[in-house]
């Protein structure tokens, strides 16, 4: 029986050595592949079977434990090159199993590379100059292991000595502000971008410009009415704005002296309520930058303003010992006042106001106490708001003048206001028929005719002449007969009598002779013709 469980025994040990693990695991890298280039972070993965289980996987490079493990499968390792030399390195993956066997994956060269892991350079778009300092816009980072942007400023071309102004790690922040700065002289910008293994990229330099001196503005109108004169200029369009500057001026050229200064960039005009407009009156704006840079634009002046309109003395009329002046009216809208002047000399020296009114409407003024035959001249100035002036025509007038007013007369005095019945009348000679004998003819040949000369003008008439006409009709028995004409003396010839006195009356008979053989059927006549020296 002793024999039988020893030899039991003995069995079972060899069969305990016989099942005892010593099979490694086998392990395999799956990527990256040999022969590959890698750089920054790269995941190393692989594939481990053991013949029971694997317990956990490592990574070696170059032979030295990287201490990365992973004991649950996928297999993979999260390897940052960034800490290795750019260059040739061997991976392998020792797997474990649980009884205690190791094995190797066939070894992985790749080759690290670095280089390629600096982040993408971004690029300044713009830097402009705006209240007092500059905005500096830039591209967006397009990498995925962005950490932040670095705003460098100098003032050197090369920026060999610069400054860090502004640093942000949000991608999306593409813009910052740099205050306090003159933009007078050349600024130079770059971005450096770094990722978050620390590697950095600098852009490249962006050159500011130089502040230009502002745009200038024009006076766009100088106007002015009875209460202001008022200026206005176009709004400046400066982004750095800092004031306009009135001037003025009472010429085109010279010295010009400021009225206002405005800081509102709206404030487009000027009103003044102490002006002559009589006069030319010039204006410039100045813009001024925030930086002190200054530029003047055109500038603009009033029309002069005009004389007034003149007024015209249309007429004056004596009656009662006065003189009644009217004249036409002035509409002019700044009219302020007439003034009417009297003067003894038609150049109106030494002459006197006789009248003034403020009232436009008034078109008249009577003189009273105008003594007989006495000769006054009047003129009438018209004078505006701004003292200027305008004279009318001069107009003389003379009292009460006695004398021959018939312009028929001899003695007609065309400025006889009063007639004093001193007319003295020419020499008016004029013929009187008187009569005819015998009236009823009863076929006589001849007739007897009587008339006068009268002499009804107021002078004597030399040598006198006269010619008479007679109409006639002899009986001849012709029912339809007309009348003969003809004159005595004859029709070339005229009788002459001599001089008649003024008033005197001088009668005359003749005999005339007519239709012989016939008798006289009908007769008449007229003195035709009388003339005198």
């Known amino acids: 029986m002793k024999r039988l469980w020893l030899i039991f025994s003995l069995l079972f040990f060899f069969s305990c050595e016989d099942k005892k693990d010593t099979t490694p695991p086998e392990t395999t890298i799956t990527s990256p592949s040999s022969g590959s280039t890698v750089n920054e972070v790269v995941n190393v993965t692989c594939m481990s079977t053991d013949n029971k289980d694997v317990e956990k996987v490592e990574l070696w490079i170059d032979g030295v434990n990287t201490g990365l493990t992973d004991d649950t499968e996928p297999y993979s390792f999260i390897w940052n090159t960034t800490t290795y030399k750019d260059g040739e390195h061997t991976l392998i993956v020792r797997g474990y199993d649980t009884s205690d066997n190791e094995g190797d994956s066939p070894p992985v060269s790749v080759n690290v590379d670095n280089t390629l892991s600096v982040p993408n350079p971004v690029s300044i778009q713009s830097v402009d100059f705006s209240n007092g300092g500059f905005t500096i816009k830039w591209t967006k980072s397009t990498d995925g ?96 704005f800092g004031s306009y500057k009135l001037l003025y001026l009472k010429t085109e050229s010279g010295d010009k002296d400021t009225v206002e200064t405005y800081t509102d960039k709206s404030t487009t005009s000027y009103p003044t309520s102490t002006y002559d407009p009589t006069i030319e009156n010039w204006y410039w704006v100045m813009v001024t930058d925030t930086l002190g840079q200054s530029k003047i634009g055109n500038g603009k002046a009033n029309a002069i303003d005009s004389t007034p309109t003149q007024s015209v003395i249309d007429s004056i009329v004596y009656k009662n010992d006065s003189f009644y002046i009217y004249w036409s009216q002035n509409n002019d809208s700044d009219f302020k006042s007439y003034i009417l002047y009297e003067s003894t000399l038609e150049d109106m020296s030494n002459k006197d106001k006789v009248y003034t009114t403020d009232d436009n409407t008034v078109t008249s003024y009577i003189v009273t106490g105008i003594v007989s035959e006495e000769s006054r001249y009047y003129q009438l100035v018209v004078e505006d708001k701004w003292g200027l002036q305008t004279s009318s025509n001069v107009i003389g007038k003379t009292g009460a003048v006695y004398g021959c007013t018939d312009p028929d007369a001899n003695n007609y005095n065309s400025e006889a206001t009063v007639d004093d019945e001193s007319c003295e009348y020419p020499a008016n000679v004029i013929g009187v028929e008187t009569g005819i004998t015998p009236s009823l003819y009863q076929g006589s040949q001849s007739v007897s005719i009587s008339y006068s000369l009268r002499n009804v003008g107021d002078a004597t008439a030399y040598n006198v002449r006269y010619r008479l006409k007679i109409s ?43 239709c012989s053989g016939l008798g006289i059927l009908q007769f008449t006549f007229e003195v035709y013709q009388v003339i005198w020296d």
Request: aromatic fraction near 14%; charge should be negative; glycine fraction near 8%.
């Open 145 to 240: 292991d962005f950490k932040s942007y670095t705003l460098e400023h100098s003032v050197e071309p090369g920026m060999e000595d610069y400054g860090n102004f502004f640093t942000t790690d949000g991608v999306n922040v593409t813009n910052t502000r740099m205050e306090n700065i003159s933009p007078l002289t050349y600024h130079y910008f770059r971005v450096t971008v770094t990722d978050t293994f620390l590697y950095q990229t600098k852009g490249a330099i962006f050159t500011s410009k130089l502040d230009p001196i502002p745009d200038s503005v024009d006076v766009k109108s100088v106007t002015y009415d009875l209460e202001k004169m008022t200026v206005e200029w176009e709004e400046s369009k400066e982004g750095d």
């Open 472 to 514: 006639y009709k002899c009986n001849t028995g012709f029912a339809s007969q007309g009348w003969s004409l003809g004159f005595l003396p004859s029709a070339s010839s005229i009788y002459t009598y001599g001089d008649i006195l003024a008033g005197q009356t001088v009668d005359f008979t003749d005999s005339v002779e007519l």
